[in-house]
T-cell receptor, first 114, second 112 residues
């Protein structure tokens, strides 16, 4: 594909349920990032993966949030026991090899927790 | 703590009416300043990266400039299709080179 893809585009869940959000980065991109965009707020960094290095998890808001990246490509962000404050748009971005610092974003997943 | 402040929060222009958006930042050792455009329901679309004070970049009706404390996004003779939210972000060693710290954006509406 030409760009970063994310699925699902929309997810509605009930409070207390677990959800999984998927990100497919641009082919060949080694770095992958997750951000969260809440209404009226700026994008908030969540987690960063670079190659085979240990991920930078410093932005995860609680231990209910986790992410993994399999085979250096696809990433899944998991939110356990969702809360209403988890409602937001979750954005994924990737960076090219030797492409400097430019992060290219996917369309996002809009999560609504009822 | 690294901070990014964008102003105004919202801006309404008539088609052809030029203006500027401001991004003020407080970081320890700026590595790069990024401008993105975000349309409703979509992810941010990359526009520019600026690395040092005095640097300028242009793309169509947009021109981005950088000083040691702020960046401006100048929009010359805007068209309705320029309507979007414009996001500014910084990358600095204190935040980790990889992370972007974003402002809350400026919502631009250009009326025909």
């Amino acid at each position: 594909g030409a760009g970063v893809s994310q699925s699902p585009s929309n997810k509605v869940t009930e409070k207390g349920k677990d959800v999984e959000l998927r990100c497919d980065p641009i082919s060949g991109h080694t770095a992958l990032y997750w951000y969260r965009q809440s209404l009226g707020q700026g994008l908030e960094f969540l987690i960063y993966f670079q190659g085979n290095s240990a991920p930078d998890k410093s932005g995860l808001p609680s231990d209910r949030f986790s992410a993994e990246r399999t085979g250096g490509s696809v990433s899944t962000l998991t939110i356990q026991r969702t809360q209403q404050e988890d409602s937001a748009v979750y954005l994924c971005a990737s960076t090219a090899i030797g492409g400097g610092d430019t992060q290219y974003f996917g369309p996002g997943t809009r999560l609504t927790v009822l | 703590e690294d901070q990014v402040t964008q102003s105004p929060e919202a801006l309404r222009l008539q088609e052809g009416e030029s203006s500027s958006l401001n991004c003020s930042y407080t970081v320890s050792g700026l590595r790069g300043l990024f401008w993105y455009r975000q349309d409703p329901g979509k992810g941010p679309e990359f526009l520019f990266t600026l690395y040092s004070a005095g640097e300028e970049k242009e793309k169509e009706r947009l021109k981005a400039t950088l000083t040691k404390k702020e960046s401006f996004l100048h929009i010359t003779a805007p068209k309705p299709e320029d309507s979007a939210t414009y996001l500014c972000a910084v990358q600095a060693p204190a935040t980790g080179f990889q992370k972007l710290v974003f402002g809350t954006g400026t919502r631009l509406l250009v009326s025909p």
